[in-house]
């Protein structure tokens, strides 16, 4: 079965900042999912990548395939991206299984 | 406005009774799913279900029962049998049963019980 670890748990960055969270898979798959949970608790989708990188306004996912290892990062950061950050895979590689989730990283941005 | 609605936001019910989450998607989606968060945890995966009238136990199922009669509507019992029902549940949908299709999410319901 699939185990997908976060790092940092926990990231406090002053508005401005480069931000950067990692998050590493144990089984090879097709997809990862990026997830941002708002303070109120409601989750959106981010992005879902194979390969390569993704960009969406401030953000960016990258993902290498080789190494099980996808990071987010978020330029110029604001304080209204103080949020948790969830990164998912499937659970028995490829597409296979449903989906296991990190433990999240919550980030908090200071203006 | 298309998505997916969770009621109520908050609940609270006294030990020993059992209780209902509802979920309702207008996304014309074939997946949905419960999940249960708890604090310093991921999202669980309590149930699923890839079609109507067919669902499967995922990772923490005991103590739930859920029923999936209409393709938009997927409530989750909590039953007295769960024997730690206070948490954050939400429900979620996507397009077809596999884990390489985006995920929708409802607001969550978080359930005290006391």
Redesign the interface.
Known sequence: KNE?EQSPQNLTAQEGEFITINCSYSVG???L?W?QQHP??????LF?L?SGKKKHGRLIATINIQEKHSSLHITASHPRDSAVY?C????YGG??????????TKLSVKP | DGGITQSPKYLFRKEGQNVTLSCEQNLNHDAM?WYRQDP??????IY?SQIVNDFQK?DIAEGYSVSREKKESFPLTVTSAQKNPTA?Y?C?SSIAP???Y???????T?LTVT
């Open positions: 997908v798959i097709s997809a999912h997830l109120g608790g409601g989750i959106v989708s879902m194979s969830i998912a895979a499937p659970g597409s296979q299984g449903n989906l296991i989730f990190g433990k999240g | 799913y310093g945890q991921g999202l669980r995966l699923y995922g954050f939400l979620a596999l884990a390489d985006e995920q929708y999410f409802g607001p969550g978080r």
